[in-house]
C-alpha cells in the first residue's frame, strides 16, 4: 500500500473530512474541516468527491514525501511550499513525484491550510468518518514518521490554479438569533452588532474567542440556564463576558448563553481569521439566511468551471523542467496548460 | 411540571435546526417528554430530517435547509405534538443502576470545598448529600457518551462558575443547578469539580462506545484515593451495574 511519509510537522495538523452524522445523541458533535470551502476547492482541483480525506494545517505545514507519483492540491489559509525547493503555486493541483519532498511552511495569510492528495487519506473510518476530533480524543495530532495510507486515485490533471474565495482576513459575519439571543437586553444585542471584535489567540477547532475593548456581555441569570443543544457556530458568551464562536469540535449541550449562532456559509470566514484579526457581525433573517446557503452552494458548485491553468515565471518553469528531466516525469507541469 | 402554556414550543436552532421544547428548567416530566418525542420523531421518518437528538428537555431535528426544511417538518412536528401528552410518557425501556466509586475532595477532586460553600454545606454535609443522591442520566451530551444526572436536592441549585476551569480530568465529577455531570474527556468546563471516579464513559474501540444511555441511574460510593488507582486500568473504573426492573 502506498503511504505518505510524514518526515518533519507542524503541532497542529489532523486529518479532516466532513466530519460526523448521527452522533449528536451521543454527545459526539460534528467535527471535521474547520473550513469546508477548503475542502470543496480541494476536490473540485483534483476532480474527485469533497467526502475524501485531507490534512488540516494549523498555521504550520510540515514535509512529506509519498510512496508513489501522487497529485495534490493546496486550498486554504496561504502557506509557503516547494516541491524539492522549487516553489507552488497555492489554490492549485500540482504533481508530486514518488520520492521527492513536499515542504509546507508556515501560513501567509489566514489560520488553517489544506494538503488534499488523489484518492484521499485512506484511514479506516471510526464511527462514520475519518476526522481526527482532538476535544473527542478520536485520532490525534500527526508526528514526525507517521505513515498515512493513501487511497485509490482515480487521476485526472494537475498544474491547475483556482481562485481562492477571500476569507483570509475577517470581516463582516452574519449571524441568526440563536435560542437565548432574546434573553440578552436590546442594548447588548445593539453593542454585540456595534462592536469590532479581534480574533483572540485563544482559538482551536472548539472555537475562537473574540476580543474587544470595553465592558463584556452578560444576561441576568445567564449562570443557570438549562443546559441547551448547540450548534456549530453558536456565539457562546461566558461569565467573562467574551464572545466564543463554537466550532467544529464544539460540546453538544453547554448553559452558556448564546447571543447568536453565526450562518454555515460564514463559518470559513470565521475559521481562517487571524490572530488580531478584526470581526464584526450583523443579525439577518432566516430567509436572507437561507438565501446565503443558496448562493453558496450555488458558487461550489461552479468551482469547477473557475478552474484555469497555472501560468508560472520562467524561472520556475525552469526548474520544474529540469526535475522532469530527470525524473522521468513529462507531465503536470505544462506551462501551455495541455495536461495530458 | 406546571401546566405553562407556552409549552412544548418550537424554535430554530441555526438555520438547519428545530428545537422542540418541554419545560423553562429541568423537570422529570420534561426530560420523559424529549426522550420519548425524539423517538416518535424517529419511527415516523420524515423526508429531509438527517439527525435527531435529546438534551435535557428539548428534542433536537437536524435538516438540509433547501430540502424539505423547516416549512415541511414544523407542520408535521405540530401534528404529532398535539397526538399526546408527552410529559406524561414513560421512561425509556432496558434502564440500568450503576454504582460508580468515587474519591470526593483531595487533590482528585479540588473544588468539593468550594461547592460546598455555595450550596451552604460542611463538607462532610456535601459529600453524604452527592453520594447518597440516585440521580438518573437526563440527557447525553456536551462531550462523547457524557451524562448530565439529575436531580439533586435543592440545596444544590448553585450556579456555574462566572469563569471556565481551563481543564478538568476524564471520570471528574462536576456539580451546578441540582445537576451531576461526568465528564468523558478532559476538557474545560464552568461546573465546580467534585469528585472523582476512574469510570470511561467513551470507549470508541468498543461494540459499545458510548457506555450510559438516558434514563440509566447513578450513585457515586465514597471511596479512598488509593483504592480508586487501583482501578484505573479498569474501563468500568470497579463501578457495577444492574437492570433496572
Known amino acids: ?340 | 411540571m406546571t401546566d405553562d402554556p407556552t409549552f412544548p414550543r418550537i424554535r430554530s436552532a441555526g438555520t438547519d435546526g428545530l428545537l422542540v421544547s418541554f419545560g423553562e428548567r429541568l423537570s422529570e416530566p420534561a426530560n420523559r417528554a424529549a426522550l420519548a418525542f425524539r423517538a416518535a420523531v424517529d419511527r415516523a421518518g420524515w423526508a429531509g430530517v438527517e439527525e435527531t437528538s435529546t438534551s435535557l428537555v428539548s428534542t433536537y431535528l437536524r435538516f438540509d435547509p433547501l430540502g424539505p426544511g423547516a416549512d415541511s417538518i414544523r407542520p408535521q412536528l405540530e401534528t404529532l405534538l398535539a397526538e399526546k401528552t408527552w410529559t406524561d410518557a414513560d421512561l425509556p425501556q432496558g434502564r440500568r443502576f450503576f454504582r460508580i466509586p468515587t474519591v470526593y475532595g483531595t487533590d482528585r477532586a479540588p473544588q468539593l470545598a468550594e461547592a460546598a460553600e455555595v450550596a451552604g454545606l460542611s463538607v462532610e454535609q456535601a459529600i453524604d448529600s452527592i453520594s447518597n443522591a440516585r440521580v438518573r442520566v437526563t440527557t447525553i451530551g456536551f462531550a462523547p457518551g457524557q451524562p448530565y444526572l439529575g436531580e439533586l436536592p435543592e440545596v444544590w441549585d448553585i450556579p456555574r462558575q462566572s469563569a471556565l476551569t481551563p481543564t478538568v480530568p476524564m471520570g471528574a465529577l462536576v456539580v451546578a443547578i441540582r445537576q451531576l455531570v461526568l465528564f468523558s474527556v478532559t476538557t474545560p468546563t464552568g461546573w465546580r469539580h467534585i469528585g472523582q471516579t476512574a469510570f470511561r464513559l467513551f470507549r470508541p474501540d468498543s461494540d459499545t462506545p458510548f457506555v450510559l444511555r438516558p434514563g440509566d441511574e447513578a450513585q457515586f460510593i465514597p471511596t479512598a484515593p488509593d483504592q480508586l488507582a487501583n482501578m484505573d486500568t479498569d474501563p468500568d473504573g470497579g463501578a457495577t451495574s444492574e437492570v433496572i426492573r
Request: aromatic share 4%.
Open chain 1, 1 to 340: 500500500m502506498s503511504t505518505l511519509t510524514v518526515l518533519s510537522i507542524g503541532p497542529g495538523v489532523t486529518v479532516q473530512d466532513m466530519g460526523r452524522s448521527g452522533t449528536l445523541a451521543y454527545g459526539l458533535s460534528r467535527g471535521g474541516a474547520m473550513d469546508r470551502l477548503a475542502l470543496a476547492e480541494g476536490a473540485a482541483l483534483l476532480g474527485q468527491s469533497a467526502d475524501l480525506a485531507v490534512l488540516e494545517m494549523a498555521g504550520m505545514g510540515g514535509r512529506f514525501e509519498a510512496g508513489r507519483d501522487l497529485r495534490i492540491a493546496l486550498t486554504g489559509a496561504t502557506m509557503r511550499a516547494t516541491i524539492d525547493g522549487a516553489k507552488l503555486a497555492w489554490g492549485a493541483s500540482h504533481l508530486l513525484p514518488r520520492g521527492a519532498i513536499l515542504d509546507i511552511g508556515p501560513v501567509t495569510a489566514g489560520a488553517y491550510g489544506y494538503l488534499h492528495v488523489g484518492g484521499g487519506i485512506d484511514l479506516p473510518q471510526i464511527l462514520g468518518a475519518r476526522s481526527t476530533h482532538l476535544a473527542a480524543g478520536l485520532g490525534k495530532v500527526l508526528a514526525t514518521g507517521d505513515q498515512l495510507p493513501l487511497g485509490t486515485d482515480t487521476g485526472g490533471d494537475t498544474g491547475l490554479h483556482l481562485p481562492q474565495s477571500d476569507r483570509f482576513n475577517g470581516g463582516t459575519i452574519r449571524v441568526v438569533p440563536s435560542l437565548q439571543t432574546d434573553l440578552f437586553p436590546q442594548d447588548q444585542r445593539d453593542r454585540f452588532t456595534a462592536t469590532r471584535f479581534s480574533r483572540d489567540t485563544r482559538a482551536n477547532r472548539m472555537g475562537v474567542r473574540l476580543a474587544s475593548e470595553g465592558e463584556g456581555f452578560s444576561v441576568s441569570g445567564g449562570l443557570s440556564v438549562v443546559s441547551e443543544l448547540i450548534v456549530p457556530g453558536d456565539i457562546q458568551v461566558t461569565g467573562d463576558g467574551a464572545p466564543f464562536v463554537l466550532m467544529a469540535e464544539s460540546q453538544t449541550t453547554g448553559g452558556y448563553p448564546r447571543i447568536g449562532t453565526v450562518l454555515p456559509c460564514d463559518l470559513p470566514r470565521v475559521a481562517q481569521a487571524p490572530a488580531g484579526a478584526t470581526l464584526d457581525f450583523r443579525f439577518v433573517t432566516m430567509d436572507e439566511a437561507l438565501e446565503a446557503e443558496r448562493r453558496f452552494r450555488a458558487e461550489i458548485k461552479a468551482l469547477p468551471t473557475q478552474i484555469k491553468p497555472l501560468v508560472r515565471n520562467p524561472h520556475d518553469i525552469r526548474d520544474l523542467l529540469s526535475y522532469q528531466l530527470i525524473s522521468g516525469v513529462t507531465t503536470g507541469y505544462d506551462p501551455e496548460g495541455d495536461m495530458t
